[in-house]
């Protein structure tokens, strides 16, 4: 009996620390897809250099419901002949958007590598399997665990598309720990206010909310993206800023199908 009891006890508290780094998702639902361009800042001309693909679908992870989220960006020959970039990210979550496994396979340069994250909530802390692979072919396992809720990559992606904003003040900073298979980052995104965006090779305007996604590193504050998303129910990401230790890139949406709400944030 006491044995059942203790089960029952730490099964209660690994779903209420299961439950504490969720969300509730109104923003996206199974079948979205979304398209983008990638353009490159190249002696202040910006360049089409690639395009990227996000879809989002319900899935299963060890038998239970779970949406699963992908994420490839491929570039071009222009690109290929400066730097070689071929990512692909998937992460699955549970309904309510709890990290559960995130995996990213990216050749950079001539750099090709694997990380992966596998997410367990016992004790009412968050618990990481991290698994690399250098691009050198070296292997690495480790585990951490944190009495916070953490997140990768993609999985804080799907969680900020469900913050509402109207609660939000300009400057206010929303912390978001992220890990990758190395460390965990010292990062927060920060709401810097509302905008009416123009988007490129088109004449539509969406009304946005800005964001910028910002990292401390060695004592520095660096902003590593800045997104323009919809604001409307859908949060859609229509352009993002990125600022990379080689230049400057953009990404512009230019397809979407599957939206779970009605695009509201269109300017006519």
């Known amino acids: 009996m006491r044995r059942l009891l203790f089960t029952i006890i730490a099964s209660c508290s690994m779903m209420a620390a299961h439950a ?3 969300i509730e998702n109104t923003a996206f639902k199974s079948g979205e897809y979304l398209s983008y361009d990638l353009y490159f800042n190249w002696k202040f001309v910006w360049m089409k250099v690639g395009t990227a ?3 989002t679908v319900q899935s299963t992870r060890n038998g239970k419901p779970a949406y699963r989220t992908s994420l490839i960006t491929r ?3 222009k690109l290929d002949s400066y730097f070689v970039m071929r990512d692909t990210l998937l992460c699955y979550t549970d309904m309510d958007l709890s990290p559960l496994y995130f995996r990213k396979g990216a050749r950079e340069g001539k750099r090709y590598y694997v990380d992966e994250l596998w997410y367990t909530y016992p004790r009412g802390n968050c618990h990481l399997k991290m698994h ?3 691009h050198d072919g070296e292997v690495h ?4 665990e944190y009495k916070d809720c953490i997140y990768d990559m993609m999985s804080i992606f799907l969680r900020a598309r469900n913050f509402d904003a109207s609660k939000l003040k300009v400057g206010e900073n929303i912390p978001m720990p992220i890990s ?5 980052s010292n990062s927060w995104l920060k709401y810097t206010g509302k905008t009416t965006l123009k988007m490129k ?4 305007k969406y009304r946005c909310l800005t964001f910028s996604f910002v990292e401390r590193e060695d004592g520095k504050n660096h902003e590593l993206i800045r997104f323009f998303i919809t604001d409307d129910k859908n949060h859609l990401p229509v352009r993002l800023d990125l600022f990379l230790s080689f230049g400057s ?3 512009y949406l230019t397809g979407m199908k599957g939206l779970r709400n009605e695009m509201t944030s269109r300017v006519e």
Not at 141 to 144: G, M, P, Q, R
């Open 20 to 22: 504490q780094c969720g």
């Open 53 to 55: 693909s996000m879809s």
């Open 75 to 77: 570039g071009n020959n």
């Open 132 to 134: 690399r692979i250098d």
């Open 141 to 144: 396992w480790k585990d951490a």
């Open 180 to 184: 990758d298979a190395r460390h965990l």
């Open 201 to 204: 090779n088109s004449n539509q």
């Open 249 to 251: 890139a953009k990404c």
